[in-house]
């Protein structure tokens, strides 16, 4: 098996004068462009990493999951600087991804089920080759440690085999450090509002990349105090039933890869676990980050945090 290649790339924000094509989704590719052992006896090349000018990928192996029965889940702490405890963060994480397995495939929904094992106390996000997994959602309230801190809302990460593209683990962070989250329907109150963000993050989560049309969920840009990215335009539909086709079997399991764990990975030496896949021995890529930014120009009118509370 080739040795790995680990990656990292971040998503840029469309520009909003982009004119529409005939597909406005986009799905995550693994495209592969490195030299590697096993390229000697390759017959044909790798696909490039060559993308439209949307963005999207044009080449490459579309990113899924091996099974259409998807486990997730919630780090219990939720984030107490917002006041969002782990049931009221667990009820948001639910419809957002109800909310997708709801979509309208022509009559029929995707053929997609996702399932819970229940808190988990790690807040890492990781992917270990050798011990159990949970594909997590976490909020960061003490910190952010990556670039952009103030421009990002959420990041989620996707580890998946470069030969294959077969998902390995999904992992979704909240900046909770830089940002208010709010939980309510009340349009005076809404500040960044957790459901539209992360169904945003779940349409990463299950294989979808930015969108160029600002209707869409899948939009990489955020306005301050709006509600319209927890609805499904119809170009996201679109691309969540191309990936989940409806009538397809259902895996008759949904645990992560190597089983779960609530706990974080512990190397033999006792120190942290491998984080990202980045002690790789197979042919694994890290994906990451895919973020929803900010809308800059109301920046200024957004309800950050300031670190002096802090």
Known sequence: MRNAWLGAFAVAAFAVSLAPRAAAFCRTKACDNKPAYDDVWQ???????TRDSFGCPIDG?????PATCISYDVQRDGSPSDGIDYDTAKGVIDQA???????????????????????VVCSKAQYNQEQPNANLFTFRDHDWPYKNAEDTLALTTITYNTETAEIYDADVEINSFDATFTVTDDPELVNADLLSVLTHEVGHFLGLSHAPQR???????????DTHQRTLDADDAAGICEIYPPGRNVGATCE??????????VAEDGGCGVARGARSTGALAVLAPFGLLLGLRRLGRFGRKQRARR
């Open 97 to 119: 991804f109800a909310t997708w397995q709801g979509a309208d495939c022509g009559g029929a929904p995707p053929s997609l089920v996702v399932r819970d094992h229940g808190a």
């Open 61 to 65: 192996t579309p990113l899924q999951w």
């Open 256 to 265: 992560p890869r190597h089983g779960f764990s609530s706990e974080c990975a």
């Open 215 to 225: 209707a869409t969920t899948m939009y990489p840009e955020y306005a301050p105090k």
């Open 43 to 49: 017959e044909l090349p790798d696909p490039p990493c």
